[in-house]
Structure formats: C-alpha cells, structure tokens
C-alpha cells in the first residue's frame, strides 16, 4: 500500500479500505503533521511501516499497539521532539527503527525496554544531549 510522494497533510483514513492482510505501508515523503491513534488498529499484519519526510511532532502512545507483526519501521525526517515512553511497547518484533533526523531532544530507557529484537537502531541527527545509562541494556 504506497501513497508516498504525494502531498497529503490530513488526509481521511476512512475512506481507504482496510486490507486486513497488508504487510506494507509508506506514507513516506508527504506533508503528514499527525496520525490519528486509530489508523492503524485494523492492519493486524503490517510488517513495515514507513513515515518517514513528513512533517509529524507527535506520536500518539497507542499509535503501533496493534502491530505486534511490526518489523521495521522508519520515521526518520520528520519533527519530533520525543517519543512517550509507551510508544514502542506492543511492537516488541521490531528489528529496525529509524528515528533519524528529527528533533528528539531526550530518551528514556522505558523507549526501547521491550525491543528485544531490535537490531537496527538508527537515532543520528537530532538534538540529543545525553544518552541515558543502560538505555540498551536488554539488547545483549
């Protein structure tokens, strides 16, 4: 399901199909400022889920709890500033995370506490001051 490169800012989730099986979804390279916390609660096999070049500040906490077949997942490019604590929990299959290119100014290691396959990790080019100690303990 690829609707990148367009020009999308708010767009009416509710009016595109859910396709209950799709494993793929890019929204990448749009003018997104928010998701709405329900959009995603119906694509139970989403594996890959980009996001990325948007213009997104905020995530909601919910957002991925439905996407527990999540594997890798971009939001690289966009303007947040954190990400709650809560954000990645359900999505604990995740191998890759890109959060790159934003504005995060501060992590917790509740953020990556249930990424236990996480391989790749990506968080260059944003405003962080500070990694705090044992944020990655659990991925060894």
Do not use: A, G, M, W
């Not at 509710?14 to 099986?21: E, H, M, V």
Request: proline share 2%; with cysteine.
């Amino acid at each position: 399901f690829y609707l990148s490169f367009n020009s999308l800012n708010n767009f009416n989730y509710s009016k595109i199909p859910y396709f209950y099986y799709i494993e793929n979804i890019d929204l990448s390279n749009n003018n997104l400022t928010i998701i709405p916390d329900d959009f995603l609660v119906y694509y139970f096999s989403l594996k890959f889920l980009n996001l990325s070049k948007n213009r997104l500040i905020f995530l909601y906490d919910n957002l991925f709890h439905k996407l527990i077949f999540l594997n890798s997942l971009d939001l690289s490019s966009n303007l947040l500033i954190k990400c709650s604590e809560n954000l990645f929990k359900n999505v604990q299959v995740l191998v890759e995370l890109d959060l790159s290119d934003n504005k995060i100014v501060d992590l917790s290691y509740q953020n990556f506490l249930y990424l236990i396959h996480l391989e790749y990790l990506n968080i260059s080019k944003n405003l962080l001051k500070q990694i705090p100690k044992k944020i990655f303990s659990q991925l060894y």
